[in-house]
């Protein structure tokens, strides 16, 4: 037989334009319809008797107010991860799952999907800046591990198939950037190129490996790395350009 809670919660989310994620919760133990603003989400409490679609309507009559409490603080929904997150790596895929039993966030790998699954507690708000927190940590994590597994191999396979030189690697966590050559032999990259396609996270893997050669941005290093890529540069910056604006990608240069 099936048990039925009597604290019913029933979540229908939405991705709206100026509010960022909305989640629609029936709740059994309210009388009133409420909007609150918890952790990055806009949620919308209504009560038994309600409708989905009279919560919609209660919440275009307060949408100024919402957008005006989170006009003051801007990141405030931009970043939420959810179960309708869905982050496409170089080898696999993130998805979240509310269903820790634990009070803690972890991660498993279901490897017929293959696909990494990050568990969040199905006794918290999953949109409670705690929550949000302890996710992004873990996200954060599994990102630069994945980097540091397979960035240095692939520069390694670069460098000498094109034979250009470098004495060291790091993998960093920045954001502003996705890598960077120091003094002609020190590369870094960022963890975030775990987000990218292969062939754009090799076009900034090469552009490095040219500074090794020409330390600035001028003809011969434009040359050079027209040369190891088939003379591509312009049309692979562009498209890496537009990758940056993808809003999974907003998700993860928002990671601390
Ligand atoms: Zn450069």
């Known amino acids: 037989m099936t048990a039925f809670s009597y604290f019913c919660v029933m979540d229908a989310y939405e991705a709206d334009k100026s509010l960022g994620t909305v989640v629609f919760r029936q709740n059994s133990r309210i009388r009133k319809l409420a909007i609150r603003i918890a952790g ?27 957008e005006s409490v989170l006009r003051r603080c801007p990141t405030m929904t931009s970043t939420v991860i959810d179960e309708n997150t869905e982050l496409e ?12 039993k634990q009070n803690r966030c972890y ?9 990494m699954v990050m568990h969040a507690p199905v006794s918290e708000d999953i949109y409670s800046e705690d929550i949000q927190k302890r996710i992004d ?29 470098y004495a060291e690697c790091q993998i960093r966590k920045m954001k502003s950037r996705w890598g960077s050559c120091i003094s002609k032999s020190i590369i870094h990259l ?29 003809k011969n ?6 040369r190891v890529t088939e003379n591509r540069a312009d049309e692979f910056k562009k498209k890496l350009n537009d990758y940056a604006k993808q809003p999974t990608l907003s998700i993860l240069f928002a990671l601390a």
């Open 40 to 66: 990055r989400a806009v949620i919308v409490q209504f009560p038994l008797e309600c409708t989905l679609k009279t919560a919609k309507s209660f919440l275009e009559e307060h949408r100024m107010w919402a």
């Open 89 to 100: 790596l170089l080898n696999f895929k993130i998805i979240l799952k509310h269903d820790a």
């Open 107 to 115: 991660a498993t790998m279901d490897l017929q999907r293959e696909c």
């Open 137 to 165: 940590s873990l996200l954060f994590n599994i990102l630069m591990l994945e980097a540091k597994h397979y960035l240095p191999g692939r520069l390694n396979y670069l460098s000498e198939k094109f034979g250009l030189t």
């Open 190 to 218: 960022s963890s975030l190129l775990m987000a990218l396609p292969q062939e754009l996270s090799d076009f900034v893997i090469l552009h490095e490996l040219c500074h090794t050669r020409e330390m600035n941005h001028g």
């Open 221 to 226: 290093f434009y040359a050079l790395l027209n």
